[in-house]
Structures are given as structure tokens and as C-alpha cells.
């Protein structure tokens, strides 16, 4: 959206194309022109002449509606942080042709249907879960109760250490051991 603004003095290259805003076709812009910092209200003139390009870019009337006001939108924020915009036409048409090239690389996405779901969605979970779950029960009884009591919610160790009344050394191996464990059964 930033690319580099005009220098002082300098013709806008959309001048120069013809189709593109031209500043003789709309002489009551001139004094956007002057002004480096207009207030938004200033920018009523451009609607129509962006409108007519959105309407060029866009593959629906809806869709050339929302391009314009997001272009506006986008306008009155630079304006309002107080960015320089020394040639304001030209760089509302830029701004709108660059979100319009925008939409046009959105990747096309098919949104799925509740009947053409294959699983439910935390179904994946459950499973992983239940897996877990189960290697747990595998473990060791020593290392089995403290990570029960790590899946109950407990997971500091010093709290495991005084609910159970070990060491906290020994709290700390034991869960080691058993992570190491769990990994290896769930990778298999």
C-alpha cells in the first residue's frame, strides 16, 4: 500500500496514461491538490470517479461498492495518522487499483458442506486423547499416578511433590521417564 509518492512538482504518471485519472477532466480537484493534509470531507469529490473505475475492476456492482469504501476507508486512516499524500487522485486511484489486484490473488476457496465433512471436527482429538489416555495406564503404577494427576490439572511439579509427599527430584525423573515413555508408545 506505501510504494513511493510523487516528488514535489513532479507529473503523476496516471496523468500521462490515458484512461487513468487525469486532473483536466476534474478541475474542481485542483484544491485537493494544494493542500498536502485535507480533511476527509474532501474526499466526496473522488467517489464518483472512483466508483466508475471500481466499476471497470470489479466483477459485480456489490463488489465495486465495497472496493470504493474500502478504498475511502483506507484514505481517511492515512489522512487522519497525518501521512503526506502529495497528489491525492492519483494516489486514491492507485490505492483502489492495488486492493482490487488484491482481491484478484485471494485464492479461490470452496467452503465445505455439513454432509461432506469426512469426520467430525474434534473427532481427531478424541482419538488423540483416548490414545494418550491409554498409554498412560501402560505406565509404571509410580509414574502412572503422578501423571494422573498431571492430566487432573496439577502441572507444577513442586505441587505434585507435596500432594504426594516424594522428593522433588524424584517427582521431576519420574515424570521425565514417563514423558519419555508416553512419546515413544504414541509415536508408534
Not at 5 to 31: C, T, Y
Not at 77 to 98: F, K, V, W
Not at 150 to 169: D, F, I, K, M, Y
Request: aromatic share 2%; with cysteine.
Amino acid at each position: 500500500m506505501g510504494g513511493a509518492l510523487p516528488k514535489k512538482g513532479a507529473v503523476a504518471a496516471s496523468a500521462k496514461i490515458p484512461g487513468l485519472f487525469n486532473h483536466r477532466f476534474a478541475p474542481h480537484l485542483s484544491d485537493m491538490m494544494e493542500n498536502k493534509h485535507p480533511n476527509p470531507r474532501r474526499l466526496v469529490p473522488l467517489i464518483p470517479i472512483l466508483n466508475r473505475r471500481a466499476r471497470r475492476l470489479a466483477r459485480s456492482p456489490a463488489e465495486a461498492e465495497d472496493l470504493v469504501q474500502d478504498t475511502l476507508l483506507s484514505l481517511c486512516q492515512r489522512l487522519r495518522e497525518g501521512h503526506r499524500i502529495d497528489d491525492l487522485p492519483s494516489y486514491a486511484m492507485r490505492t483502489l487499483s492495488n486492493r482490487a489486484r488484491r482481491g484478484w490473488r485471494a485464492p479461490a476457496t470452496d467452503t465445505l458442506e455439513d454432509d461432506h465433512g469426512i469426520t467430525e471436527p474434534d473427532a481427531l482429538i478424541r482419538l488423540d486423547c483416548a490414545d494418550t489416555l491409554e498409554a498412560i495406564s501402560a505406565l509404571p503404577k509410580p509414574q502412572r499416578q503422578l501423571m494422573e494427576l498431571v492430566v487432573a490439572g496439577e502441572t507444577s511439579p513442586r505441587a505434585l511433590a507435596q500432594s504426594t509427599g516424594l522428593p522433588l527430584g524424584t517427582v521431576m525423573s519420574r515424570l521425565a521417564r514417563a514423558r519419555a515413555r508416553l512419546r515413544l508408545t504414541l509415536e508408534e
